[in-house]
Each structure stands twice: as structure tokens, then as C-alpha cells.
């Protein structure tokens, strides 16, 4: 079978999605519109592109792969990576976006009044960005190896360059465009070769493959080894790391406000479960037709192959090219999030030089140019493990880490610095040790294996108790201003009270550029190893907002 319309489909998607971004070009003109949109992303659009931006590799190849492979064991990957998004509606949304951070480390920086919390938030968002960005580039090369038979590092180089080309004119506003554009077509992509394929199938019902369904480790859930253990740990995983995404965090800052972050969610909880349902039916359709691919270790590219084995022709040619568009549309919309998010961090933590304008986006550029150029690099020297899998390893990392500290710092007035970094460093240091061991095929053995393959069970409730009861211990050294900060998280925002105010993009200002009546800068420690704010001194004048001119972020 030909493959020239597949490469013909991803070159046109890698077009379209240039084109989507120049396009948002036009309306990038600040740091704000390279960091957070300006915050004026509609909740529709916004919804279509968390919805195009969380749909990775993972989802789109790796979710039906897994359920081929393993069974109704694996249907928990769509259900808690929708349900995510429920727990993230309830807890979080609005005094996220309340918060007026721009990144992770901001709102540590924010509730913790601690540079040092942030500097440890900042190297967890690069970590875990870098260990997202893996099976991207790692799914972009397998599916140009499936169509063309190219070698890998083609795919993960083609990637790479379109996501350069797409975040360094524009930032967030034109990655907000190109991922609400690349929702739409992932669904398309995958909804219209659905009714071909199970037109198809109804002919095949008296195939001999058709026994392989019936296999009991595969219908019935629990069989396994460590069974228990094992899907319990990514229930968590799952349910909680969603929260604790940086790519996903990122988006809530670009709603206009509290109540927007809210209705952005609840859709987004709509336009995921519609789109889930699509790949499972895929996995369990491989298992009727393409049993081999499992043996053969290839069950990743079960989406790709199947109208092959269904049809012949040009019918095949062009269900697959579809296909291929919407694949790649996966690994560039969450490939640029990540980028987007991690380079945020990085310019403003790690490279940062000079200040105004001009040269804070010209350090948001050369760091989008370091995340992309170093991801791939990792990706080349890292091991073949299943891109679903690798994705839920990085949930765990994120489940242990941010999710603890979201919910507390947003729920708890008596999370200190202390507690914060200590539940960090614990939860942190377990489950990126298993992602590490995993992804680079450091071989386990026992009960240590079990928990490096699937750590959330245990580095979750670790490092929620460590957070608490180190924070308990250090009462004395809670933030200063932290009823303030409740305030500015909880707090309606159009109800008149002193919420302070937050510049992140000044958060390491010298004293002398703070503004009138700034006790010190963000950036400086006072003897408790908090940071003061200049958001935080007697004399700022945006503190109350009574006045008109001020703007309700």
C-alpha cells in the first residue's frame, strides 16, 4: 500500500497548524500575551484548547494500545484522566486563576512567600515537562516508522521543529489557537474512519480471531500480579496528577477570571469524555483483527493499522492518512503546552537576563529553544516503554508533588515553606527515581519493582504527610501574609477587598525597582526564609481595589 497520502496528510496538518499560529502572531504583543494570553481566552476556546493541548500521544495510540494488550484493567486511563479535570473543577480552578500567577513557581512564590519553594517548584515543572515531552516525540517517530518505515529520529525531529516554529513568534496566543484547532481535528480524525471500521466488522463476526476476546485475563479485571496494588496506584495517579500538570495548570491562567476557569473545565469535562470513548472502541476492535501486533510489540500502532486490515485500496490509503493527521495533530498541540510551560519557567528562573520587554521575550525564546533541543536528546537515548505508560509515570511525578501542594495551599492557611519543599523533595524524590528506572530500563526486582512501575500509591500519601506534619512542626514560620493570599484565592472578583497584588513577571526586581512604599523586593529573604513581597508592603497602591482604574485580575 502506498503511503504518499499519509506523508501528504502530516505535512498538510504541520501547514495548517503554522498557518493557526502566525495567524495568533498578530495579537501577541506583551509577556502577558507570550505567557497567559492576557488572560482573555474565552471559555469555549479555552475548553478546545486544554481539551486539544491534554489529548497527547498517549491518549490518541497509547490508550487503545494498552487496551489490546492488557484489557479492561486499562479503561481506568480515560476515566481518570476525565475525572482529573472533576477533582481540578472543584478544588482548584478558580483561586488559580484568582491567583493571577503566571507559572507553578509563581503561585509557590505566591501562597509560600518563599524563593526557595520556588526555585524547587521551578526544576519539578522542568522535570516533569521533559519526562511529558519524551513520549511525544517518542509517538511521532513511531508513527512516521509505521507509514514510511523512516527510522525514528525523523518523526521526533519533524515534531520538534514544527513546535519551535509554533511557540518561539507568539507564546501562548498562538499555541491557544493552533491546540483548539488540533481538538477538533484529533476528534474528526478519529470519529470518521470509527463508522468505516464497524461498518467492516459486522462481515467479520464468524473470523477464528474472534475467540481471542475471550481470553480471562483480559475481560476480567484484578488478574495479574500486584493487581490490587497495581490499579489502585493508578487511580491515583491519575485522578490527582491532572492537577499537578504544568502544561494544564498554565491554561487556567489564561481565563479571564474565576468563573470562566470554572465553566472552561466543566467543558472541557464534556469534550474529554466524548473523545475517550473513541480509542477504547479501537483497542477492543484490535483485538479482533490485529492480535499480532501485541506479540509483536507494536500494539501502539494498533489505531494506524487497522484500516489496513480491514480494507484495501485507496479506502485504506485515505482512513489512514486521516488517521496520521490527527496522530500528529496529538504529539504537536501537547508537545507545544509543554514547551510553552516549561519555557515559562525556565526564562524567568534559569536564564533570565536584563529586564523590560524586549529582551524578557527574547529569553522566552532561546528557553523554548533548550527545553525542545534537550527533550530530544533525552528521547534518543531513553528506553521503548509504551507511551501510555511512560504518560502515567509523569502523572505520578505530578501526583505527588503539585497536587499536595495545590490542595493545601489553596485549602490549608497552615501549609508553611518548610512542609511545602520537604513534601516536594519526599514525594518527588520516589516517583521520579520509578519514572527514571522505567524510561532508561533500570531493571527492578519484587515488591521495589512493583512500586517503581506504579509508585503513585505510596509517594502520593507520602508526601501529603510530609507537607502536613513538617508544616505542623514549623507553625512559627508560616507565610506572614497568608490571610491575605486566602483572601486573594477565595474570594469572588467582584467583591471590593485587599487582595494585594502580584507581578510575576517582577518577582526577582531589585529593591530599588519595586514600587513606591516596597518594603523589599520578591526576591529577598527575610530571617524565616520567606520572601517579601512587593505585593505585600503598606504603601503599594494597587493593594485595595476600590479604585476604578484598577484592573480585576
Not at 499519509?6 to 506583551?30: H, P
Not at 477538533?184 to 474512519?193: N, S, V, Y
Not at 511512560?390 to 505520578?396: D, P, R, S
Request: with cysteine; proline share 5%; hydrophobic share 50%.
Amino acid at each position: 500500500m502506498s503511503n504518499a497520502a499519509s506523508i501528504v496528510a502530516v505535512v498538510l496538518v504541520s501547514i495548517a497548524s503554522l498557518a493557526v499560529g502566525a495567524f495568533g502572531l498578530r495579537f501577541s504583543r506583551t509577556m502577558s500575551d507570550f505567557y497567559v494570553a492576557s488572560r482573555g481566552v474565552s471559555p469555549v476556546l479555552n475548553a478546545s484548547a486544554i481539551s486539544g493541548e491534554y489529548l497527547s500521544a498517549a491518549s490518541f495510540l497509547g490508550v487503545a494500545g494498552l487496551i489490546l494488550a492488557r484489557g479492561v484493567d486499562m479503561l481506568w486511563l480515560p476515566i481518570g484522566w476525565t475525572a482529573g479535570y472533576l477533582l481540578l473543577l472543584t478544588f482548584v480552578a478558580a483561586p488559580l486563576r484568582r491567583s493571577g500567577a503566571y507559572t507553578l513557581p509563581d503561585f509557590a512564590q505566591l501562597r509560600l512567600e518563599s524563593v526557595v519553594a520556588r526555585r524547587a517548584s521551578s526544576l519539578l515543572v522542568v522535570a516533569i515537562g521533559l519526562l511529558y515531552l519524551i513520549p511525544q516525540f517518542q509517538g511521532a517517530g513511531l508513527t512516521l516508522r509505521t507509514l514510511t518505515g523512516a527510522p525514528s529520529w525523523v518523526g521526533q525531529l519533524a515534531v520538534a521543529l514544527v513546535v519551535c516554529l509554533n511557540v518561539l513568534p507568539g507564546g501562548m496566543r498562538s499555541v491557544t489557537l493552533v491546540q483548539a484547532f488540533h481538538y477538533w481535528l484529533k476528534l474528526l480524525a478519529l470519529l470518521t474512519p470509527l463508522f468505516f471500521l464497524l461498518g467492516a466488522m459486522g462481515d467479520r463476526s464468524s473470523d477464528p480471531n474472534v475467540g481471542a476476546v475471550l481470553v480471562a485475563d483480559w475481560v476480567e479485571p484484578l488478574r495479574g500480579d500486584h493487581a490490587l496494588y497495581l490499579t489502585y496506584s493508578l487511580v491515583l495517579a491519575t485522578f490527582f496528577g491532572t492537577m499537578g500538570l504544568p502544561h494544564v495548570v498554565v491554561r487556567f491562567y489564561t481565563n479571564r477570571d474565576g468563573r470562566a476557569a470554572r465553566r472552561a473545565t466543566l467543558a472541557v469535562l464534556v469534550l474529554l469524555s466524548g473523545f475517550y470513548l473513541l480509542p477504547v472502541v479501537y483497542g477492543v476492535i484490535g483485538r479482533y483483527v490485529a492480535f499480532d501486533l501485541v506479540a509483536a510489540g507494536r500494539a501502539d500502532t494498533v489505531v494506524l493499522e487497522l484500516p489496513s486490515r480491514l480494507f484495501d485500496g485507496p479506502v485504506a490509503e485515505g482512513l489512514t492518512a486521516l488517521l496520521a493527521a490527527g496522530a500528529f495533530a496529538a504529539f504537536l498541540s501537547t508537545s507545544t503546552g509543554l514547551v510553552v510551560s516549561v519555557a515559562g519557567v525556565v526564562s524567568q528562573d534559569l536564564v533570565r537576563w536584563g529586564g523590560g520587554h524586549r529582551q524578557g521575550i527574547r529569553t522566552f525564546r532561546l528557553s523554548t529553544v533548550i527545553v525542545v533541543t534537550v527533550s530530544l536528546a533525552l528521547t534518543l537515548v531513553s528506553a521503548g516503554v509504551p507511551v501510555a505508560h511512560a504518560v502515567e509515570l509523569t502523572f505520578a511525578v505530578a501526583a505527588s508533588t503539585f497536587c499536595p501542594m495545590l490542595l493545601l495551599g489553596i485549602w490549608w492557611r497552615g501549609l508553611t515553606a518548610r512542609g511545602a519543599i520537604a513534601g516536594l523533595v519526599a514525594g518527588g524524590g520516589l516517583s521520579m527515581g520509578a519514572v527514571v528506572s522505567t524510561t532508561f530500563g533500570i531493571a527492578t526486582g519484587g515488591w521495589f519493582g512493583v512500586v517503581m512501575t506504579q509508585p503513585a500509591a505510596v509517594s502520593v500519601p507520602l508526601s501529603f504527610a510530609t507537607m502536613v506534619l513538617v508544616s505542623l512542626a514549623t507553625r512559627a514560620s508560616a507565610p506572614e501574609h497568608v490571610a491575605q493570599t486566602m483572601v486573594r484565592l477565595h474570594a469572588p472578583e467582584h467583591i471590593d477587598l485587599n487582595r494585594g497584588s502580584f507581578h510575576p513577571e517582577r518577582w526577582d526586581r531589585p529593591a530599588s525597582a519595586a514600587p513606591t512604599g516596597a518594603v523589599t523586593s520578591p526576591g529577598t529573604e527575610d530571617t524565616g526564609g520567606r520572601a517579601k513581597h512587593t505585593a505585600y508592603a503598606s504603601g503599594d497602591a494597587t493593594a485595595r481595589r476600590s479604585r476604578p482604574t484598577v484592573r480585576r485580575d
